[in-house]
């Protein structure tokens, strides 16, 4: 199984970004998604996370600002992230579980600065 992940970039304080994380290979299923970040010199963190059955997680941090998402016909999930703020750059990375066996992607990064 392999993930990669897009949609990074350099954006303004109170602007919008969505990230796209898609898995390859030989998948059946895959149970819960996430996203999480890591910062220079900070422990990486939950963003947000989406069960097979759609429940959703956030970080207070993001609660009502970040949308995650799947597409389980492209075996691929979202990140939507809206009026980010500094403090949201970061690399952001992918994870899947798959019969129970976490699978990462190597991360996109965001640097939100003006």
């Known amino acids: 199984v392999q993930l990669q992940a897009s949609g990074g970039g350099l954006v303004q304080p109170g602007g919008s970004l969505r990230l796209s994380c898609t898995a390859a290979?030989?998948?059946?299923?895959?149970?819960?998604m996430a996203w999480y970040r890591q910062a220079p010199g900070k422990q990486r963190e939950l963003v947000a996370a989406i069960t097979s059955g759609e429940i959703t997680d956030y970080a207070d941090s993001v609660r009502d600002r970040f949308t995650i998402s799947r597409d389980n016909a492209k075996n691929t999930v979202y990140l939507q992230m809206n009026s980010l703020k500094a403090e949201d750059t970061a690399v952001y990375l992918c994870v899947i579980r798959v019969y129970g066996t976490d699978y990462w992607g190597k991360g996109t990064k965001v640097t939100v600065s003006s």
């Open positions: 290979g030989s998948i059946l299923s895959i149970d819960a």
